[in-house]
């Protein structure tokens, strides 16, 4: 009897996943720089944050900036750009060695909105990075309501997606990478645009991009569908398997709700 309990203890213990490690997924946020309900950053990156952390073996951390203590960036496998211009902090001279050597060892990439953009300076290395980038000198932006088209059902970004209506404000007419891959696209005056995308980059361990420019108005990331296109595609980066049914996402409507909204 007392051999059967040991070996019936030493099985528990066995199945049991030894110093398990989490995923961890920093997403690089900035206080508001738009009127309300618009570029909400910070308070949109912690929804992000919670809808992530549903998928189990996720940590998900916000700052407020690149992190100024070099222990936030240990073990990273992903990185998720929300705020102004991701290419001029990544590729900033004070984060640039710590940036190239996060890529190089294959640590995601995510830029969200106005996070795909880049002056001329860090234009180029950003390109190279996110396989797309939008810069005002030859890109456009256009408010419009308009139909998101999964451009390749199959991709794991898309499971469980369906087309559907969003009003956002749209960049179009950005520059790419001739190996990135459409996800979503959308149709405006008559012409096909891509607005979400991947990357494989060449030259680095396995590294994975995905850029996606809509994101300007908070009441986006209310929407389900919006939500889980997000999400799916920042664990696609971690090489995270994203499931058949689309990443788990549930928030309630007051977790939408802005701090001092009435």
């Known amino acids: 009897m007392l051999r059967l309990l040991v070996l019936c203890l030493a099985a528990v213990v066995l199945a049991q996943p030894a110093g398990e490690t989490k995923t961890?997924?920093?997403?690089?946020?900035?206080?508001?720089?738009?009127?309300?309900?618009?570029?909400?950053?910070?308070?949109?990156?912690?929804?992000?944050?919670?809808?992530?952390?549903q998928t189990p073996g996720i940590e998900a951390?916000?700052?407020?900036?690149?992190?100024?203590?070099?222990?936030?960036?240990?073990?990273?496998?992903?990185?998720?750009?929300?705020?102004?211009?991701?290419?001029?902090?990544?590729?900033?001279?004070?984060n640039k060695a710590q940036a190239e050597a996060l890529l190089k060892n294959g640590v995601g990439l995510t830029a969200i909105h106005w996070g795909t953009s880049a002056d001329k300076k860090a234009g180029e290395p950003w390109l190279d990075a996110l396989g797309g980038w939008?810069?005002?000198?030859?890109?456009?932006?256009?408010?419009?309501?308009?139909?998101?088209?999964?451009?390749?059902?199959?991709?794991?970004?898309?499971?469980?997606?369906?087309?559907?209506?969003?009003?956002?404000?749209?960049?179009?007419?950005?520059?790419?990478?001739?190996?990135?891959?459409?996800?979503?696209?959308?149709?405006i005056d008559k012409k096909e645009y891509t607005v979400d995308w991947t990357y494989e980059r060449p030259e680095s361990k396995g590294g994975r991009s995905f850029g996606c420019v809509l994101g300007h108005f908070h009441s986006n990331f209310g929407e389900k569908q919006f939500r889980q296109a997000l999400v799916n595609g920042i664990l696609w980066t971690a090489h995270r398997e994203v499931p058949e049914a689309r990443a788990p996402v549930a928030i309630t409507a007051k977790d939408v709700d802005l701090p001092g909204k009435k």
Not at 37 to 50: I, P
């Open 24 to 53: 961890k997924i920093l997403l690089i946020s900035r206080d508001n720089d738009h009127p309300p309900a618009t570029h909400e950053y910070m308070f949109d990156c912690g929804l992000l944050a919670k809808c992530l952390k």
């Open 61 to 94: 951390i916000v700052s407020n900036g690149w992190p100024k203590n070099a222990d936030a960036l240990k073990d990273v496998k992903a990185i998720v750009f929300y705020k102004r211009n991701g290419g001029n902090v990544l590729f900033d001279p004070f």
């Open 134 to 187: 939008y810069s005002t000198d030859f890109s456009k932006c256009l408010v419009r309501s308009t139909k998101l088209i999964q451009a390749d059902p199959k991709h794991p970004i898309c499971r469980g997606g369906k087309e559907y209506e969003l009003r956002d404000e749209y960049y179009i007419q950005l520059r790419f990478k001739d190996a990135i891959k459409p996800i979503l696209k959308v149709e």
